[in-house]
């Protein structure tokens, strides 16, 4: 099974700041990865798909990156409605692995 | 427009199995397939298998004994049933769409919480 290593498993930031959240695949995984953003008590949403296009109605102040095995989610000028859990889920053959999650905390 | 909405028993014993149902809308479970995926209180997503459009199934290999799901496309409804529940089986079970071609899961329910105790 691929494994993803997510990381930071948290971090604390400001509003109007600019974060990178990164994932590891443990082989390639040909840009078959979805980002997910989490707010508390909700359920999880699509940002991000094959590694750098927009779901439907996601900010242009995100964006995602990579390829191979290293992959990034990118939040430009925080906003505060941007806190909560980040996710990352690769699509190359079953199991689909999350990642451990990033939780984006309020400084 | 799509929905999923998941219903369970809301509370399961020790060693009894688990029956949850999604119900989906606004889209045919012929053409999609429909994932399931648990979050234990507090931590981190799971993904436990899916049903794809064609009735083939995929599972989580750490949870394949314990886990079984189907559909029945004429209600638009998919299953999931586990055996053999313990306590850290707790957790919110979500069904989701798979998007298809780009691959990911571009549509999720609400969730519905199980509780393991006896």
């Known amino acids: 099974d691929i494994q993803m290593t997510q990381s930071p498993a948290s971090l604390s930031v400001s509003v109007g700041e600019t974060v990178t959240i990164t994932c590891r695949a443990s082989e390639n995984i040909y840009s078959n990865l979805a980002w997910y953003q989490q707010k508390q008590g909700k359920s999880p949403q699509l940002l991000v798909y094959a590694a750098t296009n927009l779901a439907d109605g996601v900010p242009s102040r995100f964006s995602g990156s990579g390829s191979g095995t290293q992959y990034s989610l990118k939040i430009n000028s925080l906003q505060s409605e941007d806190f909560g859990s980040y996710y990352c889920?690769?699509?190359?053959?079953?199991?689909?692995?999350f990642g451990g999650g990033t939780k984006l905390e309020i400084k | 427009q799509v929905q999923l909405k998941e219903s369970g028993p809301g509370l399961v014993a020790p060693s009894q199995s688990l029956s949850i149902t999604c119900t989906v809308s606004?889209?045919?479970?012929?053409?999609?397939?429909v994932n399931w995926v648990r979050q234990p209180p507090g931590k981190g997503l799971e993904w436990l298998g899916m049903i794809w459009g064609d009735g083939s199934t995929d599972y989580n290999s750490a949870l394949k004994s314990r886990l079984s799901i189907s559909k029945d496309n004429s209600k638009s409804q998919v299953f999931l049933k586990m055996n053999s529940l313990q306590t850290d089986d707790t957790a919110r079970y979500y069904c989701a769409r798979d998007s298809g071609n780009s691959y990911a899961m571009d549509y999720w329910g609400q969730g519905t919480s199980v509780t393991v105790s006896s």
């Open positions: 889920q690769h699509f190359w053959g079953t199991p689909y692995t």
């Open positions: 606004g889209f045919s479970l012929t053409g999609y397939g």
